[in-house]
T-cell receptor, first 110, second 113 residues
C-alpha cells in the first residue's frame, strides 16, 4: 500500500474558482504533514504545514483528519500562477523523512 | 532568505562512472536529506543525515550510494558506479532542529548514458 495516495488529476480550474483536493496516508505514526508545490522540473517548495485544527494562509486552507488519515487542501479565487502540482507529504520516522504523494496537477484556465 | 544550493545543476555521465553531487544546506540547519525523483514519478526518500552519521536510509540507498559532510558547509551524495536507472533529479533538503519543515535545493539532474 502506498504511504501517501493522491488522485493526480489534472484538475482544470477556471480562474477565480475554488478547487479542493485531498490525500490519504497509511502510516498512522506519521507526525507532521505538509503541502508542497512543485512546478515543472523544479524542486518542491513548501506551501504550508497542516495542523489538526486546520490552518489558513491567504487563499489556501489545509485540514487534517487523523482519525480518517486524510489531508485536504482548498484553494480559493484561483490565479493563473497557481498552476502547478501540489504534493501531499507525511513526515515520520525518528528523523522525519518525508513520504510524498504523486501530486495533484492543477491547471488554472483563463 | 537563506536557501539550499546544489551543484551541478545538470550532470551527464556514462554508465559505470562515479558521480558526486554537492549540496550546501541552510547554514544553521542540522538535519540533511537526499531525495530523488525519476521523471514522471513521485519524490522518493534516499537518506537522512544527522550528527555526522546516517540516521535513516531507504532500500534505494544501497552499497553504491554514500553520503559525506566533508566540511562545515557541504553535504555530498556519491554514486560509485552509475546505472541507467539512476537517471533522475536528485534533491538535497535540510531542516532546523526545532521544526519539521524541510527546505529543498533546486536539484541536480543526473543523466546516465
Amino acid at each position: 500500500r502506498k504511504e501517501v495516495e493522491q488522485d493526480p488529476g489534472p484538475f482544470n480550474v477556471p480562474e477565480g474558482a475554488t478547487v479542493a483536493f485531498n490525500c490519504t496516508y497509511s502510516n498512522s505514526a506519521s507526525q507532521s504533514f505538509f503541502w508542497y508545490r512543485q512546478d515543472c522540473r523544479k524542486e518542491p517548495k513548501l506551501l504550508m504545514s497542516v495542523y489538526s485544527s486546520g490552518n489558513e494562509d491567504g487563499r489556501f486552507t489545509a485540514q487534517l483528519n487523523r482519525a480518517s488519515q486524510y489531508i485536504s487542501l482548498l484553494i480559493r479565487d484561483s490565479k493563473l500562477s497557481d498552476s502547478a502540482t501540489y504534493l501531499c507529504v507525511a513526515a515520520g520516522g525518528g528523523n522525519n523523512r518525508l513520504a510524498f504523494g504523486k501530486g495533484n496537477q492543477v491547471v488554472v484556465i483563463p | 532568505e537563506p536557501e539550499v544550493t546544489q551543484t551541478p545543476s545538470h550532470q551527464v555521465t556514462q554508465m559505470g562512472q562515479e558521480v558526486i553531487l554537492r549540496c550546501v544546506p541552510i547554514s544553521n540547519h542540522l538535519y540533511f536529506y537526499w531525495y530523488r525523483q525519476i521523471l514522471g514519478q513521485k519524490v522518493e526518500f534516499l537518506v537522512s543525515f544527522y550528527n555526522n552519521e546516517i540516521s535513516e536510509k531507504s532500500e534505494i540507498f544501497d552499497d553504491q550510494f554514500s553520503v559525506e559532510r566533508p566540511d562545515g558547509s557541504n553535504f555530498t551524495l556519491k554514486i560509485r558506479s552509475t546505472k541507467l536507472e539512476d537517471s533522475a533529479m536528485y534533491f538535497c533538503a535540510s531542516r532546523d532542529t526545532t521544526i519539521y519543515e524541510q527546505y529543498f535545493g533546486p536539484g541536480t539532474r543526473l543523466t546516465v548514458t
